[in-house]
T-cell receptor
Framework: TQLLEQSPQFLSIQEGENLTVYCNSSSVFSSLQWYRQEPGEGPVLLVTVVTGGEVKKLKRLTFQFGDARKDSSLHITAAQPGDTGLYLCAGAPSGGSNYKLTFGKGTLLTVNP | DSGVTQTPKHLITATGQRVTLRCSPRSGDLSVYWYQQSLDQGLQFLIQYYNGEERAKGNILERFSAQQFPDLHSELNLSSLELGDSALYFC?????????????FGPGTRLTVL
């Protein structure tokens, strides 16, 4: 069973601060996705990283896939209240045609104005 | 708006009952996935259908079943409901031919079993 551990579980910061959340596993993934989920809504895909060492930027969000494709990080610069939500990482298993994503339990981010 | 629709939005029922949740995927998507989300377990994969056939199975209980119809909509049937089945149930869809499986989620059905 492939597990993804996310840290921290909870994060409460002030508007304008920077933060990094982590997604770690002992397993190799062919790709890793980051989602943001707001209360009562479904997760919304933010980005997919596929290549080891890959870095993708989405406005103030920077996503990195580890060189060994076992971990990923999400860095937010100058956080805004609109960034508040549950950030989930999800990995697609390496090899084969299994499309079953494994989700971490998420980091609940609160950005206070 | 992801393009994935789910009905109903909320469902309240009693233990022992049976309910059906419905999902319509994004236009053109052949894969449908069902997930259960609870506070303690997080987002748990239940089952996947691809073009009408079961493709992958996760932690789905025997009391639960699903199917995908020729028009590609899917239904998740939950029977002999227990209090612990109270959760958010999400449907997601993905396009065929994508090797790294980006999924688009619907707004979910909140099931409360009393």
């Amino acid at each position: 069973t492939q597990l993804l551990e996310q840290s921290p579980q909870f994060l409460s910061i002030q508007e304008g601060e920077n933060l990094t959340v982590y997604c770690n596993s002992s397993s190799v993934f062919s790709s890793l996705q980051w989602y943001r989920q707001e209360p009562g809504e479904g997760p919304v895909l933010l980005v997919t990283v596929v290549t080891g060492g890959e870095v993708k930027k989405l406005k103030r969000l920077t996503f990195q896939f580890g060189d060994a494709r076992k971990d990923s990080s999400l860095h937010i610069t100058a956080a805004q209240p609109g960034d508040t939500g549950l950030y989930l990482c999800a990995g697609a298993p390496s090899g084969g045609s299994n499309y079953k994503l494994t989700f971490g339990k998420g980091t609940l981010l609160t950005v206070n104005p | 708006d992801s393009g994935v629709t789910q009905t109903p939005k909320h469902l309240i029922t009693a233990t022992g009952q049976r309910v059906t949740l419905r999902c319509s995927p994004r236009s053109g998507d052949l894969s449908v996935y069902w997930y259960q989300q609870s506070l303690d377990q997080g987002l748990q994969f239940l089952i996947q259908y691809y073009n009408g056939e079961e493709r992958a199975k996760g932690n789905i209980l025997e009391r639960f079943s699903a199917q995908q119809f020729p028009d590609l909509h899917s239904e998740l049937n939950l029977s002999s409901l227990e209090l612990g089945d109270s959760a958010l149930y999400f449907c997601a869809s993905s396009a065929s031919g994508i090797t790294y499986n980006e999924q688009f989620f619907g707004p979910g059905t909140r099931l409360t079993v009393l």
